[in-house]
């Protein structure tokens, strides 16, 4: 069975702090891709980043940058510089093909950025 | 380009009623996703059509839930005799293939069963 964790309900920083939230995924599959979607108070969910399991190459994107670690079966999410737009919560998933690549989410992290 | 769009927006029903929902995918996306958001249960998986089949519907809730997809396009998800347990944000997703391609998700219905 596949899961994805991700202990932090809730985080609370000022703006221009650096936060991570964490990602812990849970699979047998050797091939699988992880993802992180963002869904801001409007509600409809954003696609932020998509890695497959064979390639463990950290990825920055501006502020956003990505941690993947096979070892530990993490996928963390870094925020650098954190903006009030970044408030928003915050999923992360996982895909297997051979299950069609239905997208298991975590519960979510709310990420309140305040000025 | 058109992203992917649902319609309603919002639905309020009558418990025992009976409602569809309706998503219309991507052009040229041939996977679509159903998923379920509600305060208790997070977002899960409802159903995946890859064209106009479902090879895996193992997420519908119960046999008062049905989808269809006609022409690799538009889907209507259908859900009979509605219950309050319902109640709930559905959202649909599509993407180009089954694969590695992401899912890109429609603002989503808002179902109210009262």
């Known amino acids: 069975a596949q899961k994805v964790t991700q202990a932090q309900t809730e985080i609370s920083v000022v703006e221009k702090e650096d936060v991570t939230l964490d990602c812990v995924y849970e699979?047998?599959?050797?091939?699988?891709?992880l993802f992180w979607y963002k869904q801001p108070p409007s509600g409809e969910l954003v696609f932020l980043i998509r890695r497959n399991s064979f390639d463990e190459q950290n990825e920055i994107s501006g502020r956003y940058s990505w941690n993947f670690q096979k070892s530990t079966s993490s996928f963390n999410f870094t925020i650098t510089a954190s903006q009030v737009v970044d408030s928003a919560v915050y999923f992360c998933?996982?895909?297997?093909?051979?299950?069609?690549?239905?997208?298991?989410f975590g519960a979510g992290t709310i990420l309140r950025v305040k000025s | 380009g058109a992203g992917v769009s649902q319609s309603p927006s919002n639905k309020v029903t009558e418990k025992g009623k009976d409602v569809e929902l309706r998503c219309d995918p991507i052009s040229g996306h041939t996977a679509l996703y159903w998923y379920r958001q509600s305060l208790g249960q997070g977002l899960e998986f409802l159903i995946y059509?890859?064209?106009?089949?479902?090879?895996?519907k193992s997420g519908l809730p119960s046999d008062r839930f049905s989808a269809e997809r006609t022409g690799g396009s538009v889907s209507t998800l259908t859900i009979q005799r509605t219950q309050q347990e319902d109640s709930a944000v559905y959202l649909c997703?599509?993407?180009?293939?089954?694969?590695?391609?992401?899912?890109?998700f429609g603002p989503g219905t808002r179902l109210t069963v009262t």
């Open positions: 997703a599509s993407s180009l293939a089954r694969g590695e391609y992401e899912q890109y």
């Open positions: 998933a996982l895909s297997i093909m051979e299950y069609g690549n239905k997208l298991v």
């Open positions: 059509f890859q064209g106009n089949s479902a090879p895996d």
């Open positions: 699979t047998r599959d050797t091939t699988y891709y």
